[in-house]
Nanobody, 122 residues
Framework: QVHLVESGGQLVQAGDSLTLYCTAS????????VAWFRQAPEKDREFVAS????????DYADSVKGRFTISRHNGKNTVYLQMNSLKPTDTAVYYC???????????????WGQGTQVTVSS
């Protein structure tokens, strides 16, 4: 079992940057693939970015490629999502997820955080 806690979400203006954090207390977290998903109001949850356990493989949704960066610090059991050039369409609840194999679908992940709200105003 892995318990994930997201933080860092807030209200920002279009064009701003923001970093989200996902922290786990279990040391096994460093051996899991991780991902960020988001869910906007009245929309399905969608994939944002993923990374394997070592950080050697990263994938991004087309909508965030070139603006968002996923990274991790295994010694701190923390995953980051650096978000630049934010747009109002990035407004959503952002979720951190973890599992053994990675992927870009909800069903690929076994462990989820509670989410953190990001609101981008125009």
């Amino acid at each position: 079992q892995v318990h994930l806690v997201e933080s860092g979400g807030q209200l920002v203006q279009a064009g701003d940057s923001l970093t989200l954090y996902c922290t786990a207390s279990e040391p096994t977290f460093s051996s899991y693939a991780v991902a960020w998903f988001r869910q906007a109001p009245e929309k399905d949850r969608e994939f944002v970015a993923s990374m394997n356990w070592s950080g050697s493989k990263r994938d991004y949704a087309d909508s965030v490629k070139g603006r968002f960066t996923i990274s991790r610090h295994n010694g701190k059991n923390t995953v980051y999502l650096q978000m630049n050039s934010l747009k109002p369409t990035d407004t959503a609840v952002y979720y951190c997820a973890a599992n053994g194999g990675g992927g870009s679908y909800d069903s690929d992940y076994d462990y989820w955080g509670q989410g953190t709200q990001v609101t981008v105003s125009s």
